[in-house]
């Protein structure tokens, strides 16, 4: 996944309410068949790379299938995919296809805006339903049904510059992950070192955070046993396990200086940090950097190990020109075969090409055991991160409630208990 979370969820307050509004009806299809033959699929990418391969699956499909004029991938705006494609569904102008984020898709779902995809794949033998894991369908599943394809299931990790950690005088991450040893408070110290070093401007970066984007927040809580929510609707900021999980942050931010506080900002690509934690979809700019670099899972806390993955899924929109076309260009577009060529950029979700040697591949930034502890082993027992209906509204809300945890002398639990009383009614109504 390559959008800006933050702006793309704080974006879609509005075009969610209006998705609400105005799209419901249709979930099990309903769209006007064969259409039109020209298939628009909306995405947020517009890295040629990406785009390149999704043309080229759309080539391959149209070669056979002359009731196919074309298949055209929309790259909308990441700053407010998620406005854009909900005003497209609520003004009657859907794509026929769509990404949509895994926080997200209670919304569309519940809507009734997606096409229930689960009877077309276990239909077709060729298409190997039974491959899929179940655990990274779950955002996506309703009882038997399924609405979306978890196309990229992308682990957080941490990716760092062994090069500065040397310098510094801090081990190795790969090395206190073999000697069991990589802990959040491993990681703390070592940045700790890097900073005081001045060896890069900081220790560790949290991609994307910057104080507003709180869901990046996810790794360090699910480390100490914190959720922002439970699954009975119930808010989580006020536990004490949340609390510690806010405190490690601020201590490494106001005490340690060894991460940017509020207004700062680091590159890791640059040099200017020595850790970063990010999916490993976005690992493509390590190409072009000069120093040696590796990558570890999340590390181990209070709690345990705790892997958090991040998802995007590929739906049918119901209202769309093309269902059938649609559905048969989703079940191309994911099978096996295509499945194995998307997972150069996006983990793919199927058991059978989860293994090291099949990853390699299609991923040559990344060694085999890299592949093997980073990617395989953390979709295998990680947690994809939650959504829930009014997911907008919710995220907005919680940010707002953050503001006042980050400064130096902040009560946190306090700050946290007036999170839940924000946030509570919205839990418990989805709205």
Known sequence: MNPTRRSIIAAGAAGVAALAAGCSGGGSGGGTGAGDGNLRISVWTANKDHLALLNGIGKAFTADRPEVRSVTFESLNPSDYTTALTTQLASGNPPDLGWILETNAADFIEAETLVDMAPDMKADASYRYNDLEPALLHQWRRGTSLFAYPFSSSPFAVFYN????????????????????????????????????????FGLVIHEFEYKQWDRLYPIMGAY?????????????????MTDAIDFLRDMAFTDRSTPAPGDQADFFSGESAMVIFQVSKIGPLADVTWKWGA????????????????????????????????????????????????????????????????????????????????????????????????????EQTRAGLDAAWTPKADTRKVLRDVCTSIQPILRTGS
């Open 296 to 395: 570890v899972p999340l590390p181990s806390g209070p709690a345990g190990d705790r892997q958090v993955i991040g998802q995007a899924g590929l739906g049918v929109f119901a209202k769309g020109r093309n269902v059938d076309l649609a559905k048969e260009f989703f079940l191309y577009s994911t099978n096996t075969e295509n499945a194995a060529k998307l997972a150069r950029f996006f983990p793919p979700p199927r058991a059978s090409l989860l293994t090291s040697e099949t990853l390699a591949e299609t991923n040559p930034l990344l060694s085999k055991e890299q592949l093997q502890k980073v990617i395989i082993d953390s979709l295998k027992s990680g947690t994809v991160r939650p959504g829930h209906t009014g997911y907008a509204r919710l995220s």
């Open 225 to 241: 046993g914190a959720a922002p929510w439970t699954s009975d609707d119930a808010c989580g900021f006020a536990d004490p396990k």
């Open 162 to 201: 062994a090069d500065a950690l040397a310098k510094a005088g801090a081990a190795d991450p790969a090395e206190l992950l073999a000697d069991g040893a990589w802990t959040w408070d491993a990681l703390a110290e070592a940045a700790k070192k890097v900073t005081d070093a001045k060896v890069a401007r």
